[in-house]
């Protein structure tokens, strides 16, 4: 603890000390502020990509549905990018955490969350270069073992958390996620094992 009050998570958090006090000091971690402001970033990073997308031929071969299942797909990696960085930053402070009392894996959050900002950002630039090289099949197996992670944290909530329409954040975001990862595992399988069949 330092004299703001502040507790770090880790060492991560420490070193991040003057950003991290910054952004607590502008309110930037209170999630009426980070979400609304994460996800215009995230509309304006996938607004630049889209026409890059249309180019490299991501959508050639799609019809009108899938095209649309795509393009909301890769904007929720855009999503994910933002709001995970966001997440990371945020939950290299105790006091920022969700939870009531202090847990043995809170120094393990905030790089968990970096590790799924640079998930889905190798991701991301694996759609982006729409290729079939040695690189693609290595950020493909780096997706991959993201994705596998996730369908972990997505089995926990759903077996250790209460299902409920009114939190979605618990249970019920395990099986939301969860489908959200099978259609990216659906990708990954599409672009590094079909093409080269």
């Known amino acids: 603890m ?20 910054w952004l607590r000091s502008i309110y930037f971690f209170e999630w009426y502020v980070y979400v609304p402001l994460m996800t215009a970033v995230s509309l304006g990073l996938y607004s630049r990509i ?36 966001a997440v990371s930053l945020k939950t290299l402070i105790i006091e920022e955490l969700d939870y009531s009392t202090r847990v043995w894996y809170e120094g393990l959050v905030g790089p968990l969350h ?29 997706v991959q073992l993201g994705l596998i992670g996730g369908y972990w944290v997505c089995g926990f909530r759903i077996l250790n958390e209460p299902i409920s329409i009114f939190n979605p954040t618990l249970g019920l975001s395990g099986i939301l996620l969860g489908g959200y990862f099978c259609l990216y595992n659906y990708d990954i399988y599409r672009r590094c094992v079909l093409k080269l069949m």
């Open 2 to 21: 330092d004299g703001s009050g502040v507790t770090f998570a880790n060492e991560l958090g420490e070193f991040l000390e003057p950003v991290l006090l």
């Open 50 to 85: 889209f026409t890059r997308l249309k180019q490299n031929g991501t959508f050639s071969g799609c019809r009108s549905k899938q095209k649309l299942l795509w393009v909301c797909a890769y904007y929720g990696l855009c999503f994910l990018i933002t709001n995970s960085l």
């Open 114 to 142: 970096f590790y799924i900002f640079t998930v889905a950002l190798f991701y991301l630039f694996l759609v982006l270069r729409n290729r079939h090289e040695r690189l693609d099949q290595l950020l493909g197996v780096y």
